[in-house]
């Protein structure tokens, strides 16, 4: 997938793979109730909502995790 990014390739290639193994950390937590749902819901506002990745990085925290549920559901995720 990095290999589209011409001579950006290495920096894409580190960034999706520290995303990707973030992603792994958060499935992988037994008692977490949203598990990957968090980084993704973060992904999906800097990508898509224009969402500065500090303000994405720190809009979850401390919110009930039944209102980030609430967050990715009318995302469709």
């Given amino acids: ?9 290495l920096d894409v290639d580190i960034l999706l793979s520290i995303l990707y ?4 950390v958060e499935e992988n937590k ?3 109730k949203l ?3 968090v980084k993704r819901l973060g992904g999906h506002q800097v990508l898509f909502e224009d969402m500065a990745p500090e303000q994405a990085a720190t809009f979850s925290r401390g919110k009930p995790w039944e ?4 967050e990715c559901t ?3 995720f």
């Avoid at 997938?1 to 390739?9: F, L, S, T, V």
């Avoid at 209102?67 to 609430?70: A, F, R, S």
């Fill in 1 to 9: 997938m990095a290999n589209a990014y011409g001579d950006d390739e």
């Fill in 21 to 24: 193994v973030g992603m792994i």
């Fill in 30 to 32: 037994r008692r977490a």
């Fill in 35 to 37: 598990r990957k749902r």
């Fill in 67 to 70: 209102v980030i549920d609430l």
């Fill in 74 to 76: 009318v995302r469709y």
